[in-house]
């Protein structure tokens, strides 16, 4: 059968999707197995002595080199290659690095592979899921700190009076899934009389965040420690209790309960400051570039048993514990931080 003229156009474009993803895919090999520093470190190197450098197979190292100059990663010169300027752009400590971008395709394809599968029984296997992905796994923590931390300390700590609060006056902060500790890096380095607690269920994420809060000189005022969410304890009423895009994970088993616990915990005065992906009200927003990567993020909430939520529902549900929550809206509204007051 013949295509016209639209549907070549058609066929065109999803090559060029398909190879996007493909490239990605391939830069993740390169992230998860060192090849890139490798290649960065020797600056010019055949893939045998990539091999030898990054520890890695000489086999596979020849042809992820072939794929890597193939979608522009390297630049090859006879039997040797360096990075190219995108390739450079691989590297984890890049200024802008497109790390995270590698790590969440892969990601994606995986929890794709698990929702196909799902939809036939309607089974929800819960967090564990992205666990599975063994060589994606210990990226997560780097993935959210390079795609969030920046913005977080730029555009959010300014515009947020409790932020600017924290800043000014310091306290005791407890950050509740606190992944590789980021958040509480960022306010500790901004303001010395910060203290922080930082509750994660991913060991890996604890083992991470201990790490930078070291290396960074922090591990005197920051803790990190391993728990669940549904039951911890804290010890003392604290200033502040942060979630960052870890409300929606304990939502489902009961969003106000949660919350009226939370409440307990803060001194009055205290606040609880919710970040997170703010789903649209209106189906038709799904369709813009600032949305739609939250229809694929809450069909991979579904697989881990959560849900995205609204701003408003958080909102009313803060209301309903007595306490006083205001919106504010970033990334063209695709994210809210829902700050709610206890009453002094
Ligand atoms: C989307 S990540 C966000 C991590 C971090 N707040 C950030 O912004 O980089 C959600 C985090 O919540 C943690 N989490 C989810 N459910 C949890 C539970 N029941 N108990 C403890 N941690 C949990 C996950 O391990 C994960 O690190």
Redesign the pocket.
């Known amino acids: 059968m013949a295509f016209d003229a639209g549907e070549q156009d058609l066929k065109q474009q999803f090559r060029a999707m398909a190879q996007g993803s493909q490239s990605l895919v391939v830069a993740f090999v390169g992230i998860t197995n060192g090849l890139f520093p490798a290649l960065d470190r020797l600056g010019k190197a055949s893939a045998d002595a990539m091999a030898i450098e990054a520890r890695r197979d000489a086999g596979y190292v020849r042809r992820w080199c072939d794929a890597a100059y193939a979608f522009g990663y390297l630049e090859a010169d006879g039997e040797k290659f360096r990075l190219s300027g995108t390739g450079a752009a691989m590297l984890p400590d890049a200024p802008e690095t497109l790390v995270p971008m590698a790590v969440q395709t892969v990601l994606n394809a995986h929890v794709a592979e698990r929702a196909a599968e799902l939809t036939a029984n309607g089974e929800r296997p819960g967090?564990h899921v992205l666990g599975e992905c063994r060589m994606a796994a210990p990226w997560?923590?780097f993935m959210?700190?390079t795609t969030?931390a920046a913005f977080f300390e730029q555009e959010v700590c300014p515009a947020v009076p409790i932020f600017r609060e924290v800043d000014e006056k310091g306290g005791m902060i407890v950050?509740l899934?606190?992944?590789?500790g980021?958040?509480l890096r960022a306010l500790a380095r901004r303001c010395h009389a910060v203290h922080g607690l930082g509750?994660?269920?991913?060991d890996e994420?604890i083992v991470q965040a201990k790490r930078h809060a070291e290396a960074e000189g922090l591990d005197g005022r920051l803790r990190f420690t391993l728990?669940?969410?549904?039951d911890f304890a804290i010890g003392a009423e604290v200033d502040l209790i942060a979630m960052?895009?870890?409300l929606h994970?304990?939502w489902e088993k009961g969003g106000e309960a949660f919350l009226a616990r939370l409440r307990t915990h803060l001194r009055p005065g205290g606040a609880v400051a919710i970040w997170e992906p703010d789903w649209p009200a209106e189906r038709s927003l799904l369709r813009s570039p600032s949305h739609r990567h939250l229809a694929f993020q809450n069909l991979s909430e579904h697989v881990q048993g959560n849900h995205l939520l609204c701003a408003e529902e958080i909102v009313a549900a803060f209301r309903a514990v007595g306490m006083r929550p205001e919106v504010f809206r970033f990334r063209g509204g695709a994210e809210s931080f829902v700050v709610a007051r206890k009453p002094a």
């Open positions: 967090e997560y923590g959210f700190e969030h950050d899934g606190c992944g590789n980021w958040y509750l994660d269920g991913f994420n728990g669940d969410l549904h960052n895009r870890a994970h304990v």
